[in-house]
């Protein structure tokens, strides 16, 4: 079993819907929980960071944890074409290393 | 130049052939990493140093040699590769490297192909 599950996707979207991006986990010792995004051809880049369980927001981008589930989630509100990308989500916890899902291909439409 | 840099982008080689993959940093970090992306698989850690040290060599094939001379600068050194080996190698940089970092900066991978 992968520490961290996340559906490859691809996830097609018209433009300003809103998009759910999910993972599962398994090791209760994550703490820590990531976002990255990744455009075609570049690097992941950090997208959101949080703490244990709860929600963080940051402009369109909402991101959940709900450590009772292991479940990670992102939400985007009024999806842009501009988000098309690759999303990773990513744990760790003080004694385990970071650990990447496979990320999810998100195109949004015109 | 910002951020994290990595030469060549792209890099075609036999299985016989001897090449390297370069990375620097400009953030200042201590820690450097060398991660392996396949397609639909979860992003791999090869190797990590901290401070110009190696502290993790995650179970790597012997023909993956990396170098870190100091903290800016990362090297992979590739010889005798296997098909298998194609792929995209990302360098990432943190401020440390304890086991609790989530917040690395990559470079935009330099895209492996063995013939």
């Known amino acids: 079993q992968k520490e961290v599950e996340q559906d490859p996707g691809p996830l097609s979207v018209p433009e300003g819907a809103i998009v759910s991006l999910n993972c599962t986990y398994s090791n209760s010792a994550f703490q820590y929980f990531m976002w990255y995004r990744q455009y075609s051809r570049k690097g992941p880049e950090l997208l959101m960071y949080t703490y244990s369980s709860g929600n963080k927001e940051d402009g369109r981008f909402t991101a959940q944890v709900d450590k009772s589930s292991k479940y990670i989630s992102l939400f985007i509100r009024d999806s842009q074409p501009s988000d098309s990308a690759t999303y990773l989500c990513?744990?760790?916890?003080?004694?385990?290393?970071?650990?990447f899902g496979t990320g999810t291909r998100l195109q949004v439409t015109l | 130049e910002t951020g994290v840099t990595q030469t060549p982008r792209h890099l075609v080689m036999g299985m016989t052939n001897k090449k390297s993959l370069k990375c620097e940093q400009h953030?200042?970090?201590?820690?450097m990493y060398w991660y392996k992306q396949s397609a639909k698989k979860p992003l791999e850690l090869m190797f990590v140093?901290?401070?110009?040290?190696?502290?993790e060599n995650n179970s790597v094939p012997s023909r993956f040699s990396p170098e870190c001379p100091n903290s800016s600068h990362l090297f992979l050194h590739l010889h005798t590769l296997q098909p298998e080996d194609s792929a995209l190698y990302l360098c990432a940089s943190s401020q440390s490297a304890g086991v609790d970092t989530g917040e690395l900066f990559f470079g935009e991978g330099s895209r492996l192909t063995v013939l």
């Open positions: 953030l200042g970090h201590n820690a």
């Open positions: 990513a744990a760790t916890g003080t004694a385990s290393k970071l650990t």
């Open positions: 140093y901290n401070f110009k040290e190696q502290t």
